[in-house]
């Protein structure tokens, strides 16, 4: 039972991972839950074949429970802990990064962390690669066994593994209603090796025997958390009508087994060779679903039953976007519909400094902006003109090799460029490519394709040779803001 899944060459984890994000909601009333109590529950979860546990910085005292619990454990060294910091969008240092892993440390009593899982809010800010450098360095040092992201997009995560930064694994939204994961990240998880822990596979309960035929509930303080975030996610994919039928097929095809929805919704993600495990969520002291957690890795799932399964899918709407957009761009898929229980505010990448009244300047202070007495970009009236923009983030080359990541880096810093003088990539008008390798030029001109869908600016692309070795592609723009 729970047949182990190898992440890298130091961590095998269980095909079913408990996650712990609930401690959070059953403390969010500041009933703060007495760690020694509260860390015997996960004896019997362990005791069954259940070893590794997921938490966060942000889970109320996740870290401090499980730290206690491995503690305790007989057999501790078959216990692993995978946890997550999630720092707000701001500049990342070194500092802030080595504290952040000492706290989490420190809250669990560990000497090293099995796995840390970073979250970037903010791509535009090339921080988050900061933030994966410096982790990889406290990783070198011993205080990190494994290095993984979560709700990590495939652009994001492929310039990430392309710039020599060790991850693991990818932990994502994955469940019969959101199948983002299941196409161009799939792609990507195969060419690079990479493995996905799977949450949401239940939908904060929704994919279970309690709702079926049940009444549409609103989303209010009456719900959990989880449920008000993943109410939204049966919203937008077709609305509970057609939710309904799925817990209808799905609820066939468990009687057929003798078991339940949840366990065929989570069986069916673990078919994915992408998957690792699935992790399902924990509410210390209630019913642990122990012996139903147990029958997911034992179900055999016929080729009929899954086409079956497959039918219903798609009569469902596609989640919009990639994996982890629910996160950081509209429509927001959380409990709140937004980000305010999240963030307060995202800050600009670049500090504005005013010329005159028609006149805006940026810059990244790099040494060739003050060698050759340019800016980054330049607003003037509504107009905002950035320079020609290669993958350079301070002395590193991002993307080393890899045309299609260093396109979207590149694209990233015009977006930062722009929004930091007031505009958004879609007020781009014109943008002018130049390549390196012809050979490299239809995996740019995709990725530009990509990036400004629906926005089609007027383009140029040629071949030029460019200014560094490493560079293979160097893209300027221009916008017009309408203000």
Partial sequence: MNRLVNISDNNSVPRVLIGLW???DMEKNGNILDSESASKFMNIYADNGFTSFDMADHYGSSEIISGVFKNNYKNPDKINLFTKWVPKPDMISKESTRE????????????????????????QDPSWLDALYYLNELKVEG???????????????RIAL????PIVSNQICYSLLDRRASFEMSDLCKEFNIKLFAFGTLAGGFLSNRWLGKSEPDVNDKLTW???????????TG????????????????NKKNTSIANIASRYI???PNVASVIIGARLGENNHVDEHKEIIDINLSISEKELISKSLNLLKKVPGDCGDEYRKPPFLTASGDLSHHLDSIPNVFKVKKIDNMRKNISSNTSWEKMASYSRAVKHGNRIIVSGTTATHEDKVIGLGDPVAQTDFVIDKIEASISSLGGKLSDVVKTRVFVKNIEDWKKIAE????????????????????????????IEAEAIVQE
């Fill in 22 to 24: 609930q401690i959070a």
């Fill in 226 to 236: 989880s449920q008000m975030k993943y109410k939204r996610f049966i919203d937008i």
């Fill in 239 to 254: 609305g509970w009508s057609l939710f309904q039928k799925l817990l209808q097929q799905l609820n066939l095809i468990a």
């Fill in 162 to 165: 392309s710039s020599d930064i």
């Fill in 447 to 474: 990725t530009h394709g990509k990036r400004f869908k629906n926005i089609n600016p007027a383009n140029t692309l040629v071949q030029a040779k460019l200014v560094g070795d490493e560079y293979l592609v160097e």
């Fill in 143 to 157: 205080k990190i066994k494994d290095i993984g992201v979560t709700n990590f997009d495939t652009t994001h995560l």
């Fill in 270 to 272: 673990l078919e994915d």
């Fill in 100 to 123: 952040a892993v000492n706290l989490a440390l420190k809250r669990m009593n560990q000497s090293q962390i099995d796995l840390m899982q970073f979250h970037a809010w903010h791509y």
